[in-house]
């Protein structure tokens, strides 16, 4: 029975240590972020590393980061090597918001031509991924066909 005991006890910790954690409130997304992987997964199951390929237009974008206020803002910081994108892009996300709801994080922007935006949501450490599935969001312009877009963030 002792054994027992301390085997149930092991494997309660284990699952503890390792399980993706998931913050009751804004206090586990509030702070600054780096975009650290981007994959898109096609409708056929091909998978494309979208950060590589948007780096390689754009080298600045390998260096933008995010922060996520506590009162549900959301603000891009472009670096000045990104030249004249960087006030484009600063102001496409100046009005941006996000909000978690169970284990889905949304993002609206007043953009035009960008609907609000919902994800899966994980934690694991200082590290934060969202999955965009696109049959969940069916507003969100699909010209590629992709089926999802994994985003993992590291917290800086």
Request: net charge positive; with cysteine; proline share 5%.
């Amino acid at each position: 029975m002792h054994r027992s005991f301390i085997f149930t006890l092991f494997i309660t910790l284990v699952g503890t240590a390792y399980r993706p954690t998931l913050p009751s409130t804004f206090d586990g997304v509030t702070g600054t972020w780096k975009r650290t992987a981007m994959t898109m997964v096609d409708t056929s199951g091909k998978t494309t590393d979208m950060l590589q390929m948007m780096t390689k237009s754009m080298h600045c974008i390998k260096d933008i980061t995010y922060t996520f206020s506590g009162d549900g803002r959301l603000k891009s910081n472009v670096p000045d090597a990104c030249g004249s994108l960087k006030k484009t892009i600063e102001s496409m996300n100046s009005e941006a918001r996000w909000s978690i709801s169970g284990r889905k994080i949304t993002v609206t922007t007043t953009t035009k031509g960008f609907p609000p935006a919902t994800c899966a949501i994980s934690f694991q450490g200082n590290t934060m991924t969202w999955v965009f599935i696109y049959a969940d969001n069916p507003e969100t312009p699909n010209p590629t066909k992709a089926q999802k877009i994994t985003t993992v963030y590291q917290r800086i």
